[in-house]
């Protein structure tokens, strides 16, 4: 995670906080499976005791990662709608004629057919762009293009 304040768009909002309460349940259901630390167990019953402990470290981590990302999300303010940054919603004209509208995030924490990540080709070639620009971008295919319609949604 980054420790600069960047925006996320509503719907990277929104996916964190689904994560964070599928993350939250997990982790009730694991904490309800430890015991008491006075019963005595033999030492498999031990392993699997400081096993769901790791589990509740690494999701209390996953918890807390997931706060201060949406934490700095609230200081940095709502994505920029003046050229292409991380947190935008873009709508980009591809050299084949479609039409997409993305979101640019900062990461893939879920699987999303929209986000492209800012450190991706297309990404970071939409980066700093403005409606009208076009940019090249290195695909599996070869070096392919696509022009910014758009920053802000989609347009109508």
């Known amino acids: 995670m980054t420790s600069e304040p960047a925006p996320i768009s509503d719907a990277a909002r929104r996916a964190l906080e689904d994560e964070r309460d599928d993350v939250r349940a997990e982790r009730a259901k694991v904490a309800a499976t430890l015991k008491d630390p006075d019963e005595v167990g033999d030492s498999a019953d031990e392993a699997d ?16 990662e997931i706060d201060t990302r949406l934490r700095q999300a609230a200081e940095a303010g709502p994505p ?9 919603t873009v709508t980009v004209r591809f ?9 640019i995030g ?10 492209v ?37 989609p347009t109508g």
Request: hydrophobic share 35%; glycine share 14%.
């Open 49 to 64: 005791e400081l096993q769901r402990a790791d589990d509740l470290d690494r999701l209390d981590a996953r918890i807390e």
């Open 80 to 88: 920029a709608t003046d050229e292409v940054g991380i947190g935008s």
């Open 117 to 153: 990540t800012a450190d991706s080709p297309l990404g970071r070639a939409l980066l700093g762009g403005k409606p009208g620009d076009s940019v090249v971008y290195d695909a599996p295919e070869g070096e392919e293009s696509a022009t910014v319609v758009s920053i802000g949604g």
């Open 106 to 115: 900062a990461g893939a924490a879920h699987v999303d057919r929209t986000l």
């Open 95 to 103: 050299a084949d004629g479609s039409v997409e509208t993305v979101q």
